[in-house]
């Protein structure tokens, strides 16, 4: 119930492509869903983040969707760059824990 | 504003050794992780600090110790390494505990051979 379950394990796109990236969730009690983005050698930094109230979330070329009633939440890249290859991670929480549940990552490619 | 300072960013260590990596953040922020990241495995919380005087054990605490020194820095102790603790370790503060983003460190390449 504590997993979350990310897909792709890797993702190959076409420079101004769109990057989809899906994660899904079982506890209901999560309530703050971000992607994270990790370039290699570095520490993960916040991109983007959702709470639950909203169903989608834009910045720039980011977008998180978010279905409440089938447990999922996805990150869409618009325009895909070859700046944008990097390894991406979902992961939620819930308000009053300590629990932060990264999924496994996602390593994105985008050619030239 | 350096944010969350990791040391020492790459280290090699014998079966046994014991060795510390430290973790300082300029953030003011109340709360402290510690994170191994292994391919394929995502992130694990191995220990967290809600607040300064306070330290409790995460996902994997097996085989390691932490210290939260002050609100800045939170250290995280291999007593007696093993060839499974060769992971690379991150560092992350928020400014509090649970639904808040996270701040990481650039990272601790270690290997145990």
């Known amino acids: 119930q504590q997993q979350v379950k990310q897909s792709p394990q890797s993702l190959i796109v076409q420079k101004g492509g769109i990057s989809i990236i899906n994660c899904a969730y079982e506890?209901?009690?999560?309530?703050?869903f971000p992607w994270y983005q990790q370039f290699p050698g570095k520490g993960p930094a916040l991109l983007i983040a959702?709470?639950?109230?909203?169903s989608e979330k834009k910045e720039g070329r980011f977008t998180i969707s978010f279905n409440k009633s089938a447990k999922q939440f996805s990150l869409h890249i618009m325009d895909s760059q070859p700046g944008d290859s990097a390894t991406y991670f979902c992961?939620?929480?819930?308000?009053?824990?300590?629990?932060?549940?990264f999924g496994t990552g996602t390593r994105l490619k985008v050619l030239a | 504003n350096a944010g969350v300072t990791q040391t020492p960013k790459f280290q090699v260590l014998k079966t046994g050794q014991s060795m510390t990596l430290q973790c300082a953040q300029d953030m003011n922020h109340n709360s402290m992780y510690w994170y191994r990241q292994d391919p394929g495995m995502g992130l694990r919380l191995i220990y967290y600090?809600?607040?300064?005087?306070?330290?409790d054990k995460g996902e994997v605490p097996n085989g390691y110790n932490v210290s939260r020194l002050n609100k800045r820095e939170f250290s995280l102790r291999l007593e007696s390494a093993a060839p499974s603790q060769t992971s690379v370790y991150f560092c992350?503060?928020?400014?509090?505990?649970?639904?808040?983003?996270?701040?990481f460190g650039d990272g601790t390449r270690l290997s145990i051979l």
């Open positions: 600090s809600a607040s300064e005087g306070t330290t």
């Open positions: 959702i709470r639950p109230d909203v």
């Open positions: 506890n209901t009690a999560f309530d703050y």
């Open positions: 992961a939620a929480s819930s308000t009053g824990t300590y629990k932060y549940i």
């Open positions: 992350a503060t928020s400014i509090s505990m649970g639904s808040q983003p996270q701040h």
